[in-house]
């Protein structure tokens, strides 16, 4: 069965943002729908796409959708087309909004945020000149695929490891992350953005965090939400598998989304 | 010629520790010297190894006994043994000392001293009951080899990202580190490690330094002493190359040397 094979290649996705599996989500759910896949099976695969990923807010809306429409296949259909076509909607604003805000200088990121990914891209477009440092980001070492994406496209980066951006951070002009999940108690995003937003901030340096209204998850911070990160190494050697974690409101400057740039 | 190859790879060596290197140093100077080699090579190849390794202050040693006595071969080689017995003698009592002075509960190490692996493997025997929290330590990852050694001799090891580490640390009875040289500003260590240290210290969690008086380095702090990493990867990308950072003294709860436990 093909959308099993689908489901099951999403659910283990450590890698690709939630920006990626959410549009992978969307299509396999429309397309099972589209091939009468019932509606109890169509909840359970939304339900189990959201426990796999319990810190992506836009795979929670998914699955509410799902909820609500799974009896009607074609309400379904239209409603998660509608979801993704909104959220992409918002994302070209986003990333317009932020691309506009964007100070010169140097911009720190954690990790590898699609929207933080095309702001950049699009603020290089407009002519303003900027450095990215990028932390490797481990475990999973995304914030090292960013790096080489910004290259590609041309736009000056300078990849430092995880403990090395402390000092970095006191050059740079803003902190510039993406967001899993703006919850009710902060933005969840890959792990370690805490403790870098946390002396950001006591360093002077402001926190900016770009998503889209799909990012909004109306849920309180649970330990579920911590995720399960990728090995260090193979190895019979513990590890903490901590993927995400939570940095409180307080220490989040602003946010940017498709209406704009607002400071918190 | 033979020790040309040795120089070349003591000092291009960004992994042994510098216990190690210094072995290694003494070693090839000996043999030099008893081969007739002339007094301004000698002096030039200790040279040339500490300007490899400036934040190595054994090696910074080994340089001052190399430019004394490399004009009388056979005291310098007996000087050179007799400060390598030293270091050997040091370390051991040191080690003791440490193993004595070890707290049980979660300890947190950053990289890989050689001192202070020796120190759990000795608290171990003693059957003292700890946990160690190794950070990876990019760039170079030497935290993942010390856990790797950690886990063959049967102790209880959990590897943690650098950055998933400051959550660990508030877990931890002690952070305890080698020293690649203990200058006049602080302990010069692997990058990191002075973050490490600075939330520690703003947790109450007390910072120790394991080493001997041959870490002693008589100097202040400098821009070349940052070392140069390993690459985090190959591509043409900017990085990072600090290899060490120092930690100021004030942050530093004291060392353990040969003589015993020294609360600064």
């Given at each position: 069965m093909e959308w099993q094979k689908a489901l099951r290649r999403i659910c283990s996705d450590r890698k690709s943002s939630a920006f990626v599996l959410t549009k992978k989500s969307v299509r396999l759910l429309a397309r099972m729908a589209k091939s009468g896949i019932g509606a109890t099976k169509l909840v359970k695969v939304a339900e189990k796409i959201f426990n796999a990923h319990p810190a992506m807010a836009s795979v929670w809306h998914i699955a509410q959708i799902t909820h609500k429409l799974a009896g009607s296949p074609k309400n379904l259909i239209s409603a998660l087309e509608q979801f993704l076509a909104d959220m992409e909607a918002h994302a070209k604003a986003s990333i317009s909004h932020a691309s506009d805000w964007l100070?010169?200088?140097?911009?720190?990121t954690h990790s590898f945020s699609s929207l933080v990914f095309q702001s950049l891209i699009c603020a290089s477009q407009k002519e303003k000149r900027f450095e990215v440092i990028c932390t490797a980001s481990f475990?999973?070492?995304?914030?090292?695929?960013?790096?080489?994406?910004?290259?590609?496209?041309?736009?000056?980066?300078n990849l430092v490891s995880d403990l090395q951006s402390f000092v970095w951070l006191t050059q740079c002009q803003a902190m510039l992350i993406g967001a899993d999940a703006w919850c009710e108690d902060g933005v969840v995003h890959k792990v370690?953005?805490?403790?870098?937003?946390?002396?950001?901030?006591q360093w002077g340096l402001p926190v900016w965090s770009i998503g889209t209204s799909e990012k909004r998850l109306p849920v309180r911070w649970s330990e579920r939400m911590k995720g399960e990160a990728p090995l260090l190494v193979r190895d019979a050697i513990s590890q903490d598998r901590t993927l995400y974690d939570l940095t409180d409101w307080e220490l989040i400057t602003g946010v940017i989304d498709e209406f704009g740039?607002?400071?918190?």
């Amino acid at each position: 069965m093909e959308w099993q094979k689908a489901l099951r290649r999403i659910c283990s996705d450590r890698k690709s943002s939630a920006f990626v599996l959410t549009k992978k989500s969307v299509r396999l759910l429309a397309r099972m729908a589209k091939s009468g896949i019932g509606a109890t099976k169509l909840v359970k695969v939304a339900e189990k796409i959201f426990n796999a990923h319990p810190a992506m807010a836009s795979v929670w809306h998914i699955a509410q959708i799902t909820h609500k429409l799974a009896g009607s296949p074609k309400n379904l259909i239209s409603a998660l087309e509608q979801f993704l076509a909104d959220m992409e909607a918002h994302a070209k604003a986003s990333i317009s909004h932020a691309s506009d805000w964007l100070p010169e200088g140097k911009i720190l990121t954690h990790s590898f945020s699609s929207l933080v990914f095309q702001s950049l891209i699009c603020a290089s477009q407009k002519e303003k000149r900027f450095e990215v440092i990028c932390t490797a980001s481990f475990p999973g070492g995304e914030g090292i695929l960013l790096a080489r994406e910004l290259v590609k496209a041309g736009i000056k980066v300078n990849l430092v490891s995880d403990l090395q951006s402390f000092v970095w951070l006191t050059q740079c002009q803003a902190m510039l992350i993406g967001a899993d999940a703006w919850c009710e108690d902060g933005v969840v995003h890959k792990v370690g953005t805490r403790i870098l937003a946390l002396f950001s901030r006591q360093w002077g340096l402001p926190v900016w965090s770009i998503g889209t209204s799909e990012k909004r998850l109306p849920v309180r911070w649970s330990e579920r939400m911590k995720g399960e990160a990728p090995l260090l190494v193979r190895d019979a050697i513990s590890q903490d598998r901590t993927l995400y974690d939570l940095t409180d409101w307080e220490l989040i400057t602003g946010v940017i989304d498709e209406f704009g740039v607002h400071r918190l």
